[in-house]
């Protein structure tokens, strides 16, 4: 999950499960929106989805939306471990979480990186 207005350096790429340009705003988003795109169990992707947190303000967007062969979606951020026990962090995953279960989604997770 990230502000839709904050800047960064953009990694773009064509993933075959995106309709769109996939746009990764750092290198985890991007090598997870790799291993989704490999994923046999996953048919489409959406990434950067907007969403309206109630508790924050701002415009949001959640990092990947899946919709799996069997019909089901499952919702993913990815967060790096150095900035998982930040308050901002853990106030907008609650957010995202929160939001995405009153749209009656049950798979939401946390992508973290390796650890070190």
């Not at 919709?67 to 919702?75: F, L, P, R, S, T």
């Not at 990815?78 to 979480?97: F, G, H, N, S, W």
Request: net charge positive.
């Amino acid at each position: 999950m990230r502000n839709k207005n904050t800047h960064s350096i953009t990694l773009k790429k064509k993933l075959n499960k995106c309709a769109a340009v996939f746009n990764a705003y750092h290198e985890l988003q991007y090598e997870y929106g790799e291993r989704l795109d490999a994923d046999p169990e996953i048919v489409e992707i959406k990434c950067n989805v907007p969403i309206e947190p109630s508790e924050l303000e701002g415009a949001f967007t959640t990092d990947f939306y899946c919709v799996k062969k069997d019909g089901m979606v499952c919702v993913r951020e990815c967060v790096y471990r150095e900035k998982l026990l930040r308050p901002k962090t853990i106030q907008m995953l609650d957010a995202c979480r929160s939001y995405w279960l009153s749209k009656g989604i049950r798979d939401w997770g946390i992508v973290l990186n390796a650890s070190q």
